[in-house]
């Protein structure tokens, strides 16, 4: 039975709700080609008089729903019982398809066999990103193995962030900001004692509640310890590829200073420094109340890590960008914008430069004499010229180097401005006006390079100190055979160690660095290190050699940064540390740290902002 549609109610063709839902289901060429469809009742019987079949496959489904959910959560019961006993390492995925890593399902039994991050599942099945340093492995690692191992974490801890919650983890290639705690990261000890990471020990206790035989003999020497763990610590590893010393103080008064910032306490590893032992060259550093970490947990990465590594090879990731932008106020002038930074390298240099006992003995007797030369009115104008591999920053300089004159003449100036305070420059006070504790004043100087020191423009100067200078071929040759030091209480005399003598000129070259004592075919001079260790190890006669090469850089250092100004150029590492010994206030405000090499002010890193 069907009944025709009642025509719409007056007005209802011109309202805007009928009409746009009658447009909506049919359109024009509908209602053109057919006619209106004609509503019918709904039916009270089956059509043709038959039955609905029944749908067997819905009502079995409908009876298997709630079994299946029992089913369902046994079994999530189940692995979550399970898992509490086990680890899993899932697949890391980077951007490098040849770096990517399939690893199985692991148990305590198994291991990764090689520095790496990884992830971690925990009972829920969420992933967790923590570093596994195999504990078989060497410590401390190759340079290039913590390099490696922050690079994978970076990517591997980005690309997490952004799975979890669809944004950037790093801005700025990759940094984020310092002291930013990553939610995803576990540190080695949380993961030991929640039985993610295999705790595998004959006494039952945690690697973190163990030292070896070597940390407890150092316990006994050099700690002041109640035989527990420290907390937080931070590691300076002093091997580096860079064959100058400078550097490696630079990091370490950054580091120390860092570590005294964040509560840590400092370690210093000496391991495979190319310049031997670090109690060799100065007294041993300040000792904290604890014992040190196990080796495998202490990570390069990242910085909020429970127990912090320090290496040349990781700079870029504690003192890079994100270091910079946390500790540099971009509001100040241009000048003090690093004070902060300044100030941490003050706080390392005042705890760790404290020379070895007969290189400080020589020191403290030479600034005594200085102190006689001040006594009588007289000024101490310190000179540090860099030459060798370091060329100026300052563009007309940049492929030779500072004219000698440059010194001279800062160095006269500021002699002018302590004794003549209104005159505009040396050459406007006439030599008759000049008084003798003025013309009676030192002028010191420091040089990787010995020809300096007999040059026109610096032959009125003296030498900062003569305990152990490096020296030039004729010097060599002249000398032979060659004294070599090799403790406070010994001396070893070798006969000439190359075939000819090599000597410094033009200043401190890496490949000479490297050569000494060892003038093999092959040699690390001859290939370079490029961030491997030597191979083989550097000999008695190379490590004593390259000591005298330190102390007479740190001696140099010791007597200049004593001088009441210092004159340098700011490319030179040591030319910056010139000025953290002369102190903010003394070198900075009142200007008597005077860089010569352009108009840069000081700085911590280098002209492109590396470490």
Known sequence: MSMRRAPPPDGALLSPSWSSSFSSKYSVNQMLESPMPSPALPSIVPRHGKKPRPNHLRNALRRLLPMSKWIC???????????????????????????????????????????MPIFIANSKGRPRLSISLPKHLPYPLRPSEYS???????????????????SGFYHNRGFHKYYYTDPNFMDVREAEEHG???????????????????????SMKHLRTDGKICEKTLTHVLETTDAGIGKTMMSLWLSYGLAQEEGRAFFIDDSNWSYGKYTDLF????????????????????????????????????????????????????????????????????????????????????????DGIRLKGRRIVGVN?????????????????????????????????????????????????????????????????PDVHSTPELSHTRRAQSHISLANKAALDAASPLTVPRSSNSEVIFSKFVDGNVGWEGGFFPSVFWGLGNAAAGSTAARGLRNERE?????????????????????????????????????????????????????????????????????????????
Request: charged share 25%; hydrophobic share 35%; with cysteine.
């Open 73 to 115: 959560g046994l079994l999530i019961l189940g692995w979550v019982l399970t898992s509490r006993s086990s680890w899993r390492i899932l697949p890391l995925i980077t951007g490098d398809s040849s770096l990517n890593e399939n690893c199985d399902l692991m148990n305590e039994e198994r291991s990764p066999e090689h520095p």
């Open 148 to 166: 490696f191992v922050c690079s994978r974490y970076e990517d591997a801890a980005r690309r997490l962030q952004q799975q979890k919650s669809h």
């Open 385 to 449: 010229v860099r030459r060798g591999n370091r060329h100026p920053w300052e563009y007309q300089y940049q492929d030779s180097y500072t004219p000698l004159e440059t010194y001279a003449d800062a160095a006269d100036a500021f002699l002018t401005q302590e004794f003549h305070p209104g005159a505009k420059n040396s050459s406007a006070v006439p030599q008759s006006e000049k008084s003798p504790e003025e013309l009676d004043s030192v002028t010191l100087l420091a040089s990787d390079d």
């Open 196 to 218: 993610f990471l295999p705790v595998k020990q004959d006494d039952g206790t945690l690697p973190s509640q163990q030292t070896s035989d070597e940390e407890k003999s150092l």
């Open 535 to 611: 191979d083989p190890a550097p000999s008695e006669l190379s490590l004593s050699l390259r000591g005298l090469v330190a102390r007479a850089y740190l001696l140099d250092l010791k007597i200049l940064g004593a001088s009441d100004a210092v004159v340098c150029g700011v490319s030179s590492i040591g030319c910056r540390l010139l000025a953290v010994m002369l102190g903010w206030q003394k070198g900075i405000v009142q200007g008597r740290w005077k860089n010569v090499d352009g108009g840069y002010g000081w700085t911590a890193f280098e002209k492109d902002n590396s470490f």
């Open 283 to 370: 007294k041993p550093p300040p000792t904290p109340f604890c014992l040190p970490p196990p080796p495998h947990h202490r990570l390069p990465c990242p910085h909020h890590a429970r127990h912090l590594l320090v290496s040349a090879a990781t700079s870029q990731w504690t003192f890079g960008e994100a270091f910079r932008e946390h500790f540099q106020n971009s509001e100040e002038p241009k000048a003090y914008r690093q004070k902060r930074i300044f100030g941490l390298m003050r706080v390392g240099y005042e705890a760790l430069f404290h020379l070895a006992p007969e290189d400080a003995a020589y020191a403290t007797s030479r600034l005594s004499e200085l």
